[in-house]
């Protein structure tokens, strides 16, 4: 079909391409372009066959499927990325989300919830496993419990912190970013997170947002 979406598989792991190929293929709506096996050769695969849509693992060796996507997007933003990973943590969901891909699918998603996935993704929609939007909806919840009355100060570079975490970004790249040592950055979220009486990055977000300092 001329209108097919154009897909690209990228995993470690033969086979699960292998698979992912076998079910792809048979649907009139899916043109698969071309695999990768980790992130570095999935920005030059990409550069050569054109994806509408890329499958994307999270844990890959070198190249980490959540570099892959910013990389990815640098050069072509109107790629979309959905990552496809067994992980079913919210951090990790939101970690690949934030770095730029509109979906998020764990590997027991059936052939069928791939591809439409992947046509959903396609058609401009976001995209997200059940079992992930129900511990976002857990953590949502969880955040809103701890509310305080009051907000407390924060620092300039604890405001600093939050918006760079909203990005995706980790300690380490943090404190390069801020020109601090990674040990400073630690204390800065253990003291975000006592202050606001949350436990994580995505908790840390998600009050943020509620708060007016950062806009996602």
Request: hydrophobic share 45%; glycine share 4%; net charge negative.
């Amino acid at each position: 079909m001329s209108d097919a979406v154009r897909v690209l598989v990228v995993d470690d792991e033969a086979l699960v391409r292998h698979a992912l190929r076998a079910f792809l293929a048979d649907d009139d709506r899916i043109t698969l372009v071309g695999e990768a096996a980790d992130g570095s050769e999935a920005v030059d695969v990409c550069k050569q066959t054109q994806p509408d849509v890329v499958l994307m693992d999270i844990k890959m060796p070198d190249v980490s499927g959540v570099e892959a996507t910013k990389r990815l997007l640098e050069w072509n933003p109107s790629c979309r990325i959905v990552a496809l990973t067994t992980f079913t943590t919210e951090w990790r969901a939101l970690e690949v989300l934030y770095a730029g891909a509109c979906g998020y699918l764990v590997k027991n998603s059936t052939p069928e919830q791939i591809i439409d996935a992947v046509v959903a993704a396609h058609a401009g929609d976001r995209v997200v496993s059940p079992e992930v939007q129900e511990r976002f909806v857990r953590t949502a919840i969880k955040s809103g419990d701890a509310r305080t009355p009051t907000t407390p100060v924060l620092s300039e570079r604890e405001r600093q912190v939050i918006e760079l975490i909203s990005h995706g970004l980790s300690n380490a790249e943090i404190a390069d970013e801020l020109h601090y040592a990674e040990s400073t950055v630690k204390a800065d979220i253990r003291h975000i997170n006592q202050l606001w009486g949350v436990e994580n990055r995505l908790q840390i977000v998600l009050r943020a947002t509620e708060l007016g300092i950062i806009t996602l």
